[in-house]
């Protein structure tokens, strides 16, 4: 795909979204996510490389209520049941170590369920999304527009569903995009290629951040 100026990343004014990326999807974990445990390094690179330049982050994380009043359809049921990853106050809710600035750091699931944006550091904050996208139903939008944001990086858990929907919603919402697929767990070529066809910009974590 030949880049023009309405698609080129501006890094200046870029911010890392981190999804999903939740102990319960560890390798080893009952509802391990293929992949995820493996990108882990590459995705500390990237969350590292915004850290050192200043740049904004935003963890987007799921937070399920065991009682699955807050749950997608598609799960509710075996929340309901006693089954489901990411439910609210258990350790699979957690960020994976090495994602936040200090390990002993935890999500606050009371503020962020009330739709408001946790702060860990001077320019990152964790924020809890109630479906697929990180835009849908939160103040992620108007969180990056505030900050002068053009262009947004995506890293995460599970492309198909989470980073996937994030992406869609992003370019929708003109931000340009650049996605790393090898701190993307469940991604593969061809979704690189349909990626690049919507204007995503699709760089490996070595030519990102060195």
């Known amino acids: 795909m030949d880049m023009n100026s309405y698609l080129e990343p501006d890094l ?11 102990r319960d999807a560890l390798e080893g974990q009952p509802y391990e996510v293929p992949g995820t445990s493996a990108m882990l390094p590459d995705a500390r690179r990237v969350i590292e490389y915004y850290r050192t330049g200043s740049l904004p982050i935003v963890h987007v994380v799921r937070i399920y209520l065991s009682d699955g009043s807050n749950v997608d359809l598609c799960r509710r049921r075996s929340v309901e049941e006693g089954g489901g990853m990411f439910i609210a106050g258990t350790e699979g809710a957690e960020l994976a170590d090495g994602i936040l600035p200090g390990n002993d750091m935890r999500i606050d699931t009371d503020l962020l369920l009330s739709g408001k944006l946790q702060q860990v550091e001077e320019n990152e904050w964790i924020m809890y999304k109630p479906r697929w996208g990180a835009f849908y139903k939160t103040p992620l939008e108007g969180h990056l527009r505030s900050l002068g944001i053009s262009t947004i990086t995506v890293v995460g858990c599970n492309y198909p569903n989470c980073p996937r929907t994030t992406i869609y919603e992003a370019s929708e919402r003109d931000f340009r995009i650049v996605a790393i697929p090898d701190a993307i767990s469940g991604i593969d070529k061809q979704a690189c290629e349909e990626l690049e066809n919507i204007g995503v910009v699709v760089k490996s974590v070595d030519s990102f951040t060195w």
Do not use: G, M, R
């Open 12 to 22: 200046e004014h870029s911010a890392l979204i981190s999804v999903d990326i939740q």
